[in-house]
């Protein structure tokens, strides 16, 4: 059974940084396909990166060149390393499996000044 735990939100101003870590247990992901989510309020959750079995990634437009998703497979967590935040980052962000499995928490983050 996958677990997941994300960390890592807060507050932060506009041009800010933050790195989200998400703990796995119940599968291993060297070799699994990972992906990052967010969901602002009153929005429907979306998909923010992907990491392919290898490690290829992929982020949303709106997030490319200031996301970077990477994982460790010794420690057996992926994250999330966000640069110059913006005010529409805001949002709970989830990681998980792909194909998805059950969600976990979520961190919450807030870009304001």
């Known amino acids: 059974q996958v677990h997941l735990v994300e960390s890592g939100g807060g507050l932060v101003q506009p041009g800010g940084s933050l790195r989200l870590s998400c703990v796995v247990s119940?599968?291993?992901?060297?070799?699994?396909?990972m992906v990052w989510y967010r969901q602002a309020p009153g929005k429907q959750r979306e998909l923010v990166a992907s990491?392919?079995?290898?490690?290829?990634?992929y982020y949303y437009d709106l997030v490319k060149g200031r996301f970077t998703f990477y994982r460790d497979n010794a420690k057996n967590m992926v994250y999330l390393q966000m640069n110059d935040l913006k005010p529409e980052d805001t949002a709970v962000y989830y990681c998980n499996t792909f194909p998805i499995s059950a969600w976990g928490q979520g961190t919450q983050v807030t870009v304001s000044s």
């Open positions: 119940g599968v291993i992901v060297r070799g699994q396909a």
């Open positions: 990491m392919t079995s290898g490690t290829d990634t």
